[in-house]
Nanobody
Framework: QVQLVESGGGLVQAGGSLRLSCAAS????????MGWYRQAPGKQRELVAG???????NYADSVKGRFTISRDNAKNTVYLEMNSLKPEDTAVYYC????????WGQGTQVTVSS
């Protein structure tokens, strides 16, 4: 019933940009806190960016100033714009929706080549 469908991942050169999208269904999107997480091989999943129902944002220190999270409630979609990408940004990126419980997307691979 609840689905988070991600798109936009791929291979990009260092210094390049990507925009990830996550389209949600089965939830009251506007009421949910949305977030992007990532997990690299051998590492724990970490919060990259979050955005509240009111539009407040927070970012991991490692991406602050480079990544921007935004949401379009009319489209039930949350975005992650990633600029100045570094090889250390390489990871599987996951979309998360949270209200009473958390739902996760399937993940999309982002690979940044040096």
């Amino acid at each position: 019933q609840v689905q988070l469908v991600e798109s936009g991942g791929g291979l990009v050169q260092a210094g390049g940009s990507l925009r990830l999208s996550c389209a949600a269904s089965g939830i009251i999107f506007s009421s949910n806190v949305m977030g992007w997480y990532r997990q690299a091989p051998g590492k724990q999943r970490e919060l990259v960016a979050g955005i509240t129902s009111g539009g407040s944002t927070n970012y991991a220190d490692s991406v602050k100033g480079r990544f921007t999270i935004s949401r379009d409630n009319a489209k039930n979609t949350v975005y992650l714009e990633m600029n100045s990408l570094k090889p250390e940004d390489t990871a599987v990126y996951y979309c998360k929706a949270t209200l009473r419980v958390a739902y996760w997307g399937q993940g999309t691979q982002v690979t940044v080549s040096s």
